[in-house]
C-alpha cells in the first residue's frame, strides 16, 4: 500500500510534534527547582519524544489494521513505570545532602507527576493524529492546542492557598522553648541563637478552611513540603549541626492550625506567605473524611435496623 504512506507520515509527525512540543512545555523549572540540569531536561524530552511517537504510530496501525502492534503500548507503560522509579531514587539520593528535607511523600509525588506526564504527552500525540487522519492538519492543530491546555490543567494541581489561610504570625520564647503563637517548635538552649532568631526569623500560621483541609495539613509529609517550599524560595540559614535554625511546622493538636518558622536569607513575610500558599498539596496527604461521615452513618444505621 504504497500510496497510502504520505498520509500515513504526515499524521505520525503531527503526533510526534504535537507531543513532543507538549512534553517541553510540561518540563520547566518552578519554585521546586527540579529538574534543573542540561542532562536531566535531555532525557526527559527525548523519552517524551518517544512517548509521543508510540501514541502517533498507534493510530495507522489501528487503521491497517495491525492489532498485534498495538500491545507495544503496553510495553510502553512498562517503560513509564521504570521512569517514576528511577526519578524517585534520583531525589533520594539528592535527598541525602539536602539541608531542609523534601520529604519521603513529596519525592513520591514528584516522581508520580513525572510518569503521568509521560501519559498525556502519549494521548495528546494519540488526540492529534486521530484528528490528522480523520479531519486534516487544520483539525490536528486545534485538538493538539486542546490537549496541551488539558495537561496543563492536569498538572496544575490544588495548592495549600487553595484550603488555608496563611497569616503572619508572632516568634517568642517560652524560657527556652520557641513558640509560633502558642504553637511549641523546638527547644533553643542557647541564648545567642534565641535572640538571632527573634531578631532574624519569620513565622506564619496555616489555618485549614475545614475538616478535610485540617486532615490534608495534619499528614507529615505535607508538613515537610511546606518547609521545604519556604526554604527553597527564602532560602535558610540553616548549616550543618545547627538544628536551631531548621525550618519547621509543628501542628496545634486543638485546633489543627500549623506554625511554621524559618529563618530565611530573605526576611520577607509577602514573599513566605508566597511560598506557602505555592506548595502543592501531595496525593498522599489528600484526606477527605467530612465525604466519610455521610457513608458510616449510613452503614450504622443499616446495622441497628
Known amino acids: ?40 531536561y535531555l532525557a526527559h524530552i527525548f523519552i517524551g519524544f518517544i512517548a509521543s511517537a508510540l501514541g502517533a ?54 516522581a508520580r507527576t513525572f510518569e503521568a506526564r509521560n501519559y498525556l504527552v502519549m494521548g495528546t500525540s494519540f488526540a492529534t493524529s486521530v484528528a490528522a487522519q480523520f479531519a486534516g492538519i487544520p483539525a490536528a492543530f486545534i485538538v493538539a492546542a486542546l490537549s496541551l491546555l488539558v495537561s496543563l490543567h492536569f498538572m496544575s494541581g490544588e495548592v495549600i492557598g487553595d484550603i488555608c489561610d496563611v497569616v503572619p504570625a508572632r516568634l517568642s ?16 538552649g542557647l541564648k545567642p541563637m534565641r535572640e538571632k532568631i527573634l531578631n532574624e526569623g519569620l513565622a506564619v500560621m496555616v489555618k485549614p478552611h475545614g475538616g478535610n483541609a485540617r486532615a490534608t495539613v495534619h499528614d507529615m509529609g505535607q508538613r515537610s513540603a511546606v518547609a521545604f517550599n519556604a526554604a527553597v524560595i527564602l532560602g535558610t ?52 473524611p467530612l465525604k466519610a461521615g455521610p457513608v458510616i452513618k449510613e452503614a450504622r444505621n443499616k446495622k441497628v435496623n
Open 237 to 288: 540559614k540553616k548549616d550543618v549541626d545547627i538544628p536551631e535554625f531548621t525550618p519547621l511546622a509543628r501542628k496545634n493538636p486543638d485546633t489543627g492550625e500549623v506554625g511554621l518558622y524559618i529563618l530565611p536569607v530573605e526576611k520577607d513575610m509577602e514573599q513566605l506567605i508566597a511560598a506557602v500558599k505555592l506548595t502543592p498539596i501531595l496525593e498522599s496527604a489528600r484526606s477527605k
Open 173 to 188: 520564647f517560652d524560657g527556652a522553648i520557641l513558640k509560633v503563637d502558642d504553637i511549641s517548635i523546638i527547644n533553643v
Open 1 to 40: 500500500m504504497p500510496e497510502y504512506m504520505p498520509d500515513y507520515l504526515t499524521v505520525i509527525l503531527a503526533g510526534i510534534l504535537a507531543g513532543t512540543i507538549t512534553r517541553f512545555v510540561l518540563l520547566r523549572i518552578d519554585y521546586r527547582q527540579y529538574p534543573g540540569y542540561p542532562h536531566g
Open 57 to 110: 504510530v498507534a493510530v495507522p496501525a489501528i487503521i491497517k489494521p495491525d492489532f498485534t502492534a498495538v500491545t507495544f503500548l503496553a510495553l510502553a507503560a512498562q517503560q513509564f513505570r521504570e521512569i517514576r522509579t528511577m526519578e524517585r531514587r534520583t531525589l533520594e539520593s539528592l535527598e541525602r545532602t539536602e539541608l531542609v528535607k523534601r520529604g519521603l511523600d513529596y519525592i513520591e509525588g514528584i
